[in-house]
C-alpha cells in the first residue's frame, strides 16, 4: 500500500454545478487546495481549456450555501466544507477597463458645452436687449384682482336670484327638494369599507374617521398617520375648521322646520319668512371649509387657527398662497369677501342684461352653485360642467373677459 494512501485524509463527495446547468460529482481529499479542485472541475466540463493557464484564475468556486467565494490557496478542509456540500463554478466578470485619457477630456469638454449659463454670462448677453420682462408681482395681483371682483359679482347675483326665485310660487317646495339634496352632501361621509379596514386592525373608530378625511380616504395613508401620531397627546382633537357638534342638530331643526312648511291658510309674506329661513339654512351648508391639512401644515408655523382660516378661504384653500397671504399684507381681507359689486356699474348691468343669465337666476340651482362656488371655490369646474349651470358662468366669464380688456 502507497504510503500517500495510508495517511490520506477524509474523502469528500462535492456536488459541483456550473451557470450552463451541467452537474456532476467530485471526490476529493479535504487537504486538496481548491485550486486543485477548480482544476479538475475544469478538465470535467472545459476538456482542453487547460492549456491556457489564465483559464483557471478566469474561473471561481463558490460555495452554494454560505455564498463564499472559495479562496485558491486554502484546502477544502481550512474553507470548512462538508460531505455532499453543493459548489458552483462560475467564470469570473472581465475587470471594467479605464477609459482613455483623450476620452476623458472629450466628456468634459462635452459637458462644459451644455453646462448652462451662468447669471453674468446672462447678463452680459442680454445686456443690449429692450427689458420686456413682466412684473410677476403685478401679474399675481392682477390674478387675485379677478378672483376678488368674480366673488363680487356673485354675492351680488346671490341677492338677484333670491329675490326672483321669492316670486315663484314653487319655490319654497323647490328649495325642499334643494335642502333634502344637501343633507346628502357626500363629502361629510366615510368610505364605509375603508373606516371596517382601519377599525378591524385594531384603531379607534373616532381616530379612523379623521385619518380618513385627512387622507383623502385612502387606507393606506390613513394606517402610515395613524401609526405615525399613536402617541401624540392631540391624535384625538377634532379636525381644525370643522364644524362643531351642536351643528348638525341646529340644522336639523332647522330642516325641520323647513319641511312643516307654510299652511294653506298663511299668506305669502309668512311663506316668504319660510323661503328666508331655507335660504339661510342652505348658506350655513355651504360654509367654507379649510383643507384640514393646510390648516394643520400652517398652525405648526406658528400661526393662530382663525388667521389660517381666513387665509385659506380668501386663497381658494392654496397652502401656498394662504402662507403668503399671511406673511404679506393681507388683502384682500376677509370681510371684502362678503362684499357685492357696484350694482350700478358696467360690468354688472352687462351681466344683468344676458338673456343667458336673466333665464338662469330663476333656475335654484343656479343660486346653490352660486353659494357653493362663494364658500368653495375649487368646487366651479363641477358647476361649469353642469349643462343647467355651465351656460351661465360662461356668460359671466366672457362678459368679463370682454369687459376687462378695454
Known amino acids: 500500500v502507497q504510503e500517500e494512501k495510508i495517511f490520506a485524509g477524509k474523502v469528500l463527495r462535492l456536488h459541483v454545478c456550473t451557470m450552463e446547468g451541467a452537474e456532476w460529482l467530485e471526490e476529493v481529499p479535504e487537504d486538496t487546495t481548491v485550486e486543485k479542485l477548480k482544476e479538475r472541475c475544469l478538465k ?33 478542509l481550512e474553507e470548512n466544507i462538508q460531505d455532499r456540500d453543493v459548489l458552483l463554478l462560475v467564470k ?83 328649495f325642499k327638494k334643494a335642502n333634502a339634496m344637501l343633507d346628502e352632501d357626500e363629502e361629510d361621509r366615510v368610505d364605509e369599507i375603508a373606516l371596517r379596514q382601519l377599525t378591524e386592525m385594531g384603531f379607534p373608530e373616532s381616530r379612523a374617521v379623521k385619518a380618513l378625511r385627512l387622507n383623502h380616504m385612502s387606507v393606506t395613508q390613513a394606517m402610515e398617520w395613524l401609526i405615525e401620531h399613536a402617541d401624540d397627546p ?42 328666508t329661513e331655507i335660504f339661510k339654512k342652505i348658506r350655513r351648508k355651504r360654509e367654507f371649509r379649510p383643507d384640514p391639512r393646510a390648516v394643520i401644515a400652517l398652525m405648526e408655523m406658528g400661526f393662530d387657527e382663525k388667521e389660517v382660516v381666513d387665509a385659506l378661504r380668501v386663497n381658494n384653500n392654496q397652502q401656498n398662497a394662504a402662507c403668503e397671504w399671511l406673511l404679506g399684507d393681507r388683502k384682500p381681507s376677509p370681510e371684502d369677501l362678503d362684499k357685492g359689486i357696484d ?14 343669465v336673466q333665464l338662469g337666476l330663476t333656475n335654484p340651482k343656479t343660486l346653490l352653485a352660486f353659494e357653493d362656488m362663494l364658500e368653495n371655490p375649487l368646487n366651479s369646474t363641477q358647476w361649469m360642467n353642469d349643462p343647467e349651470t355651465g351656460p351661465v358662468m360662461l356668460q359671466i366669464s366672457r362678459i368679463f373677459q370682454t369687459l376687462n380688456r378695454t
Open 92 to 174: 469570473k466578470r472581465a475587470p471594467t477597463l479605464l477609459p482613455k485619457m483623450s476620452d476623458v477630456v472629450a466628456e468634459e469638454k462635452r459637458k462644459q458645452e451644455q453646462k448652462a449659463p451662468d447669471k453674468d454670462a446672462i447678463l452680459k448677453a442680454t445686456a443690449n436687449l429692450p427689458a420686456r420682462s413682466v412684473d410677476r408681482s403685478v401679474t399675481h395681483h392682477n390674478m387675485r384682482d379677478f378672483q376678488t371682483e368674480l366673488r363680487k359679482i356673485l354675492v351680488s347675483l346671490i341677492e338677484v336670484a333670491q329675490k326672483l326665485l321669492a316670486l315663484n310660487p314653487d319655490a319654497v317646495e323647490l
Open 343 to 356: 350694482t350700478n356699474s358696467p360690468l354688472f348691468q352687462a351681466i344683468l342684461e344676458n338673456p343667458v
Open 234 to 275: 392631540s391624535v384625538d382633537a377634532p379636525l381644525p375648521g370643522s364644524a362643531p357638534a351642536e351643528a348638525p342638530a341646529e340644522g336639523a331643526a332647522s330642516s325641520a322646520e323647513a319641511a312643516a312648511g307654510p299652511s294653506s291658510e298663511e299668506g305669502g309674506e309668512e311663506a316668504k319668512d319660510e323661503l
Open 44 to 76: 470535467h466540463c472545459l476538456p482542453g481549456s487547460l492549456e491556457d493557464p489564465k483559464t483557471v484564475t478566469h474561473h471561481k468556486l463558490i460555495h452554494a450555501t454560505s455564498e463564499k467565494v472559495l479562496t485558491d490557496t486554502k484546502t477544502v
